[in-house]
């Protein structure tokens, strides 16, 4: 019995893996850039960001933990909190509001202050591909 609840959570979490390449890499791309680009003009700006980072911060205490973040996130829950890990420069499962806009700086690659969606996309699967989730050389399609 307990061997067939750890091969379904084995399974499940597979299944949550394959999930992430091709279209559905698309779709989790959308979704979180829709979540983050609140005037829809397809581009996210700190003041979008920053209040994101507000309405994700669920207690107010000014970082979002990795249970905040993963509540909040448009990705499947065990992906969401592999990203968060990524995201997070010293893994304590809080991101301050600094570390918060070391992510912007880095999503925004021509360092204008905006990040466009082809950014955020890159941002995106390069974490992915560091998770071992994309592989290399694999096209990221629909
Ligand atoms: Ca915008
Ligand atoms: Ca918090
Ligand atoms: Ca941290």
Redesign the pocket.
Known sequence: MQLLVVLSLLFGYAYCQIQVHGHDLNVLVAKGFARL???K?G???IN?YEAVLKVDDTDGDGTITCDEYVAHSSAPKALALQIFNVVDPDNDCSLTHAEALIVLTKMDQTGDGQVSEHEFEHYYVQILKHLGHVDHGHQVVG
Request: no cysteine; charged share 50%.
């Open positions: 680009d609140t005037n003009d581009i996210l700006e979008e």
